[in-house]
């Protein structure tokens, strides 16, 4: 049977695709992409034409059958989504756990992933971190998220969409208190590539007042918890800071 390659691709920069990972695009003979259109246009830029099959977040359950039956006819496949490394926060999980339950082969092409792109060049503790993909669109469900958070060690990485970073910000500081560390990476690898960095009472005055500052593509980094015991119940949910917290988002 064929094998399921699991492709990184760009987060912006175009020079990152490795030869691997390009030799692999150009030897299979299915392309599995998140949007076939985006995904189209690196294939073209590339000079290869591949027989496309869409697998978006919608429809995987049924396009992960036909996946699998390309693979089992002895066809091999690439699984890439719009950028970075598919799975992470991107479609492919039912797929690949399916074609393993199967026994067939699963190899992967490593390449940019934002949440470690974004963490190798912060200057956070990198020994352990927890990440939590994205946040809840909702005030209040993004505060409800973060709570169970407070007491966290390792350091916490989010990602999040430029129409959501200040209210996510300011939950953050409502939340996890204005003085703990944040750093955002925004737009990394492309041409206005940004770091802020600071206490998160510093750091959302400076996204508001930068004009470029809501733009672009974000990785949220916040440094975890000192370790509990001095004010607080050690890792004991606080469900009167919660009610405090929420009180005031009830209908
Ligand atoms: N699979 C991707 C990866 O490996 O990083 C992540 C896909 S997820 C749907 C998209 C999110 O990743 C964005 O909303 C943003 O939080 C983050 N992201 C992707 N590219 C980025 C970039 N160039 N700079 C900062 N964050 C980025």
Do not use: W
């Amino acid at each position: 049977s064929g094998v399921l390659y699991i492709v990184a691709t760009p987060i912006g920069n175009l020079d990152d695709l490795s030869p691997r990972a390009v030799a692999t695009l150009s030897r299979v003979d299915v392309v599995a992409a998140e949007d076939t259109r985006h995904s189209g246009r690196l294939l073209q830029h590339l000079g290869l034409q591949k027989r496309l099959i869409a697998l978006h977040d919608h429809n995987e359950r049924d396009r992960a059958g036909s996946i699998l039956d390309e693979l089992e006819r002895g066809h091999s496949v690439a699984l890439i989504s719009d950028a970075g490394t598919p799975l992470i926060s991107d479609p492919g999980y039912v797929l690949v756990r399916e074609a393993r339950r199967r026994g067939l082969t699963v190899t992967p092409i490593p390449g940019p992933c934002a949440l470690v792109a974004a963490l190798s060049a912060a200057g956070l503790p990198t020994d352990r971190f927890l990440f939590v993909g994205f946040l809840p669109a909702k005030r209040t469900g993004r505060r409800a998220a973060l709570e169970p958070l407070r007491q966290e060690s390792a350091t916490l990485v989010f990602y999040e969409s430029p129409h959501r970073i200040l209210d996510a910000v300011s939950d953050i500081a409502a939340v996890l208190g204005d003085s703990r560390e944040i750093v955002l990476g925004r737009e990394l690898t492309k041409t206005f590539e940004t770091f802020y960095s600071g206490a998160v009472a510093e750091v959302l005055p400076a996204l508001e007042a930068d004009p470029h500052g809501t733009k672009g593509e974000f990785v949220v980094m916040i440094r975890g918890a000192e370790p509990a015991g001095h004010d607080d119940e050690e890792g004991a949910l606080d469900v009167d800071h919660l009610i405090r917290l929420l009180l005031p988002e009830m209908p």
